[in-house]
């Protein structure tokens, strides 16, 4: 096996002559892949004895695997909220794997990940027209920055009631309120041992997926101790819909409580003039969670988490590794090793820096406003048809919509008939308890001639279930 080893290394050069050539040519047509996945089921088959190579195994991959893997990165792929890949990012990510650093401290010998990491934050930090009063760092997607954020909002809270969680566990209740959070939000609080059926509902405006603010304030002023997290919403998955970040700002001048806000995609809206006002007021949070395999079309799995630095102890409290002393102090010899989940982490700041480096604020704010305009004219489409109608408002880059007078049956036979045509890829979805479907753009790479396209499958997909 060493000997099969040393052979791949030595054509090392030729393989990964094969691999660019496979990765150019998904590039080049990532128009025609089909947007949308067939089923297939697990094969189930022996682990070879001897080792069959390199060579052997890509041609196996190619024969077997590539054809059934779906455009995902491509520009009508529109379910959940999925980005593509920009060239720049794949290069980016290609030298992650290929440099194979575990990013970690800023000191460590010969290993600048660590410093190349803090210094993309500070320009992501730009890009978002943050101020640098935030510190962050890369985890894998929103679950495990929402998960970041919020076990440090556990962790102070804890401290307010005068006991170390991460060192003694909830000794009582935390309250936690929420208009419309994401199910990623939900999944770390029951992670971190708070409950996830704990939430506090706070209600939502009359049509909309933001919270009622007269209704938080409400709350806050029964609980008025540091004892509380105030989750918010900045862009929820079928509206877009955000909570009034101004409003919040301005009752944490009143009540002391922790503000995490859930920024996945809808944060982006910053760099965009007419939408900032979306999120004025987001700088006084005390974290944020964003991912970059969204809209910033970094490839999988990235996403940042933003921490008040006035936070910094109850951070290293959090995830600090007390029992490795020959780490040092947390304070003086940093290191994400005491600030994160992971103990063991790829250089994922490098896709973002080379993305960010390459194309500029301008041409990442490009991205974002034609994906806006994009779902202004499919929203129209929408508008003007006899077959379908919104379920939503289209605020910013989601456009939420179903069949209009049909039953559920031909609503499930729709989607059904439109994805397994796998011109386009979009998701059902639930509105107000009202079954839809809705449409994301994120990618790059969709442009007009992919509306018509897709109003194109639309029609015909109706056409074929109205029978």
Known sequence: MYKQLQTDKENMGALLQSVQQ?????????ESIPAAAKPQEVQNYPLPEEGLGAATILAKFQEEYQHLMCGSSGPRYWGYVTGGTTPASVLGDWLATTFDQNTQSVKGRGDVSAILEKETI????????????????FVTGATMSNFTCLGIARQWIGKNQEYDVAR???QQPIQIVAGMPHSSVIKGIAMLGMGSTNIHKIP????REAMDIEQLEEFLKQNTSGETMVLSSAGTVNSVDFDDMKAISKLKETYDFWWHIDAAFGGLVACINDKKHLITGWEQADSITVDCHKWFNIPYDSAVFFVHEKHQQRHIETFQNSNAPYLGNPMENFSYLNFLPENSRRFRALPVWFSLMAYGKKGHQEIISRNIQLAQQLTSYIEKSDVFEL?????????CFKLAGVSQEKQDAFIQELNSRRKIFITPSVYKGNSCFRAAFVNWQTTDKNIVIAIEELEASYNIIKK
């Open 168 to 170: 003694t566990g909830l």
């Open 22 to 30: 496979l990765a150019l040519q998904r590039f080049q047509h990532i």
């Open 391 to 399: 379920v939503a408002p289209t605020r910013v880059n989601v456009v």
């Open 122 to 137: 500070q320009l992501l930090l730009d890009f978002l027209e943050l101020p640098k009063h935030f510190f962050g760092g």
């Open 204 to 207: 939502l405006l009359e049509g």
